[in-house]
């Protein structure tokens, strides 16, 4: 089965540090971008951040520049959100989104919606002050 599972959000104080997966099953990341997202309550989902598994190329928010890192393992079959310096409004619901192509990597910030081919079902990451 084709899917993506979620893991290492938790409960952390600001200022700390959460280490997110998003491993993949079924498939490999080669051809594929990758992206997290994140929603937080009342609040439209946004892109936080996209991977190319072709050439490893990354993208980011700019409000999140500097503090959050994305990256791929050897097998390309896991991506990681390295969040630092957390902020209370960085509690969210943590999903990442898979395409088998280059589109969402341009458009995980926008017009996402008919480029998404596959969601995993979220991790919460809540910040307290």
């Known amino acids: 089965e084709v899917q993506l599972v979620e893991s290492g959000g938790g409960l952390v104080q600001a200022g700390g540090s959460l280490r997110l997966s998003c491993a993949a099953s079924g498939f490999t990341f080669d051809d594929y971008a990758i992206a997290w997202f994140r929603q937080a309550p009342g609040k439209e989902r946004e892109g936080v951040s996209c991977?190319?598994?072709?050439?490893?190329?990354?993208y980011y928010a700019d409000s999140l520049k500097g503090r959050f890192t994305i990256s791929t393992d050897n097998t390309k079959t896991t991506v990681y959100l390295q969040m630092n310096s957390l902020k209370p409004e960085d509690t969210a619901v943590y999903y990442c989104a898979a395409e088998s192509g280059v589109s969402l990597c341009q458009k995980y910030r926008g017009s996402w919606f008919d480029v998404v081919e596959l969601w995993g079902r979220g991790t919460q990451v809540t910040v307290s002050s």
């Open positions: 991977i190319s598994g072709k050439d490893g190329t990354t």
